[in-house]
């Protein structure tokens, strides 16, 4: 079988229970009977040794496909779906055949019918997008990179893999950025996946290797000072009220709580204050901060908007990463700290009350950015290159004003002192800083 793509028999996603305090899912939702709709997720680690021998294998394959001529476009002239009829679909059933995502017997018929729907998920699966079946923008920007892309892509990862080659730890957690995915791993074995929000373009999540040490549940969140420049002051601007409807307090120095109104909104006035989110569920943060030693001033946390999960694109943050089921994850955090088990979790959740949890031993947690790599069953996995560090698009930078994995000889040119405004002033501010006494 070839490693660029799996055909064969897949287990799609499990919905999972958020622990009774949401009634909204957390990501897309689908069922379907035929199992082989989707790929199998591995629970061999993505920072593993059998991961970077697999990803080697795949280069070799590669370079086979490419030397033959890689594979054709698709047009892209209108969505392709069940029941489309077209040259179109005579051209994605090649493509898909190509990669191993179709059967070359599954023929060259105009028409997009069951097999080919099949072979669309199989490819979605394997790039991270939402398995609908459907071939739209997304799908369509992933199927028309060439094979030769996607070898380069597979070389440059293979040497990121290869530094988390040694002992990473008996547990820990790997947060995948591009992938927009967290793993925690123990004795070697993927013991839980999780979808993920990371940083956008502007505010990136960094490259760093660290530990979880403690854990707040129902936490307040204070905005950081340049959140209040870049986002606060331009929304309070457009709405004199977001203060009060996002449960947002004033402080003055003295740490007496002011009226929003006593403020010049049209000046850098806002800056000398403090202002603090009210604990609960529709806290920027959730009901669940994850604290991690780094000098970036991020962390990992749950969400009141959950329904990102279910989003192809989750590059949503101002740079720490939002963890789908973050009560799982907080529970596999915290099995080794006498008193933290699940219903001791819930319990401290639903008081509503600020509550701390220090872990026995820290965690090691890595942030990592893998966009392509193989799973030893035979599957290659590619995600787009948001931050642009693969060397096809503009200069990449670091985030936090520092480069990494920066290819050499460019310039680092953007900072958190260099960011937009948020694109849209009606969301909630997105909580990036370690500051939230």
Not at 253 to 281: C, L, Y
Request: hydrophobic residues 35%; glycine residues 10%; negative net charge.
């Amino acid at each position: 079988m070839a490693v660029f793509g799996l055909a064969g028999a897949k287990t799609g996603l499990a919905a999972e229970q958020d622990g009774g305090f949401s009634d909204q899912a957390e990501w897309a939702q689908g069922y379907d009977a035929d199992a082989r709709l989707s790929v199998k997720r591995s629970t061999v680690p993505v920072l593993s040794t059998e991961t970077f021998n697999a990803t080697e294998q795949a280069i070799e394959t590669y370079r086979k496909l490419v030397q033959n001529g890689g594979w054709n476009t698709v047009p892209t002239g209108r969505k392709l779906q069940l029941g489309t009829n077209g040259p179109a679909v005579v051209a994605l059933r090649r493509r898909l055949a190509a990669s191993g995502d179709l059967d070359t017997s599954a023929g060259s018929s105009p028409i997009f019918d069951s097999y080919v729907e099949a072979g669309v998920k199989h490819f979605q699966a394997r790039h991270g997008l939402i398995e609908n079946g459907i071939v739209g923008p997304e799908a369509f920007a992933a199927l028309n990179i060439t094979a030769d892309m996607r070898l380069h892509q597979l070389e440059i990862n293979l040497v990121r893999l290869k530094s988390f080659s040694g002992n990473l730890g008996e547990r820990f957690v790997m947060a995948n950025i591009p992938a927009e995915a967290v793993e925690t791993v123990e004795g070697g074995v993927v013991f839980s996946h999780h979808r993920a929000g990371v940083g956008k373009m502007d505010r990136q999540s960094p490259v760093m290797q660290t530990r979880a040490t403690d854990i707040n549940f129902n936490p307040f969140w204070t905005v950081p000072a340049s959140i209040i420049k870049k986002d606060l002051i331009p929304r309070m601007q457009g709405d004199p009220n977001y203060l009060n409807d996002h449960h947002i307090r004033v402080f003055n120095k003295d740490s007496q709580e002011v009226p929003s109104s006593s403020i010049n909104w049209h000046s850098m006035e806002a800056t000398n204050f403090r202002f603090r989110e009210d604990p609960g569920t529709e806290n920027s943060l959730g009901v669940v901060r994850i604290n991690i030693s780094n000098p970036y001033g991020v962390y990992m946390h749950d969400t009141s908007d959950k329904g990102v999960f279910g989003d192809d694109q989750r590059f949503v943050s101002s740079g720490c990463i939002r963890v789908q089921n973050v009560r799982d994850y907080v529970q596999w955090l915290l099995k080794d700290t006498p008193g933290w088990d699940r219903a001791h979790i819930d319990e401290a959740i639903r008081s509503g009350g600020r509550v701390d949890a220090r872990l026995a031993s820290p965690v090691p947690v890595y942030w990592v950015y893998v966009t392509a790599w193989a799973t030893p069953d035979g599957t290659a996995q590619f995600r787009e290159d948001i931050y642009q560090r693969d060397g096809f698009g503009p200069v990449a930078t670091g985030s936090i004003g520092r480069p990494i994995d920066q290819p050499q000889g460019t310039i680092s040119k953007t900072s958190y002192n260099n960011q937009r405004p948020a694109d849209n002033p009606g969301r909630v501010l997105e909580p990036m800083d370690d500051d939230q006494q």
